[in-house]
């Protein structure tokens, strides 16, 4: 039973991490490719002034990392420790840069903002599972609040592009 579930976790780690890694090289091409047909993007751009571009880029890329460190704290079922990577990278209070990206959002259509809390929100109800789950051992209560949140990250990128307005 426990390596079922360590070979499950471990195939979760893989998937996630190659999907994100996936979505990261593809960010903001144009076009795409499936199956040799190229069709538009069409999903919403969004411009950003440089700075603002790039903390809120450098932002997603930690949200990143830290789903990297959870699955590996999960694999390891260090949940505890999962918990606290949630919270660091992940959690409602994380701050996104030098002004907790307030500026970025001035530049957000409301539904990318709403996106963006949902994901912090079922971050904290990860972490409050990942928290429980020291105590019940619930893997398949873990793996369902983390597919939660990189179900909420898939949303938000596959309906905005974000794109720079300025040098």
Known sequence: MHFIRL?????????????????????????????????????????????VYD??????????????????????????GAALAVDRGLGIGHQHGADGLRSGRAFMPEGMRSLGHQMHMRARDLAVTLRDATVTSDTTAVLRALGAVTTTCTTCHQAYRLELTSP
């Open 7 to 51: 070979y499950l976790v471990s195939t979760l780690a893989f998937v996630l991490s190659s999907s994100a890694l996936a979505m990261g090289q593809h960010h903001g091409h144009k076009e795409s490719s499936e199956q040799g047909l190229q069709s538009a993007d069409t999903r919403i751009v969004v411009g950003f002034p440089k700075p």
């Open 55 to 80: 903390h809120t880029l450098q932002s997603m890329r930690s949200h990143l990392e830290a789903i990297d460190q959870v699955i590996a704290r999960i694999a390891e079922q260090d949940f505890e």
